[in-house]
T-cell receptor
Framework: EDQVTQSPEALRLQEGESSSLNCSYT??????LFWYRQDPGKGPEFLFT???AGEEKEKERLKATLTKKESFLHITAPKPEDSATYLC?????????????FGKGTLLTVNP | EADIYQTPRYLVIGTGKKITLECSQT?????MYWYQQDPGMELHLIHY???????EKGDLSSESTVSRIRTEHFPLTLESARPSHTSQYLC????????????FGNGTRLTVT
């Protein structure tokens, strides 16, 4: 069974204090690993898709990386507006093509 | 700016009532989904559709039903609401490609008293 574990559950940073969020996964043939951002009272918003180990993608202060067992979301010099819950999800390569397995998310708070 | 719309945003209703949660998208996406999300927990897929007249149950057992009569519309119905149905319901859509990202609505927060 596919599994996604995100750590830490919650993270508090000071503005400008860089850090990383972790997403560990087990999946029977990874087709894609997705990162989403979710603000309170809103639906998740797509950030990145990673497909293979070694791949990296960047968007503003965020950079996502992927290995065969985990993904990291690096946040460089965060700002208070980066505060949100960050969700990781994996899609298996075979079988039903709809199935995404989500983690529980990391709640990031960036204090000014 | 949301291209996928869910109504109502909040709903408080008594046990035994029938409810329909509305979801519409303007992107022409073939695939649509309903997820359930409780605080601090994973999103769980409860229904999905690959197109008009196509609906399937997801991984999480649910007493709800869905219909897909039009591409843009994917309502979810609970015939008899119970307190155990209290949750956040998120609708999403995507293009046909298998690894395409999901576009989510802002959800309906349902409370059954």
């Amino acid at each position: 069974e596919d599994q996604v574990t995100q750590s830490p559950e919650a993270l508090r940073l000071q503005e400008g204090e860089s850090s990383s969020l972790n997403c560990s996964y087990t999946v029977s043939g990874l087709r894609g690993l997705f990162w989403y951002r979710q603000d309170p009272g809103k639906g998740p918003e797509f950030l990145f898709t990673l497909y293979s180990a070694g791949e990296e993608k960047e968007k503003e202060r965020l950079k996502a990386t992927l290995t065969k067992k985990e993904s990291f979301l690096h946040i460089t010099a965060p700002k208070p507006e980066d505060s949100a819950t960050y969700l990781c999800a994996v899609q298996a390569g075979g079988g039903s093509n709809y199935k995404l397995t989500f983690g529980k998310g990391t709640l990031l708070t960036v204090n000014p | 700016e949301a291209d996928i719309y869910q109504t109502p945003r909040y709903l408080v209703i008594g046990t035994g009532k029938k409810i329909t949660l509305e979801c519409s998208q303007t992107m022409g996406h073939d695939k649509m989904y309903w997820y359930q999300q409780d605080p601090g927990m994973e999103l769980h897929l409860i229904h999905y559709s690959y197109g008009v007249n196509s609906t399937e149950k997801g991984d999480l057992s649910s007493e709800s039903t869905v219909s897909r009569i039009r591409t843009e519309h994917f309502p979810l119905t609970l015939e008899s609401a119970r307190p155990s149905h209290t949750s956040q319901y998120l609708c999403a859509s995507s293009v046909t490609a298998r690894d395409s990202p999901l576009h989510f609505g802002n959800g309906t927060r349902l409370t059954v008293t």
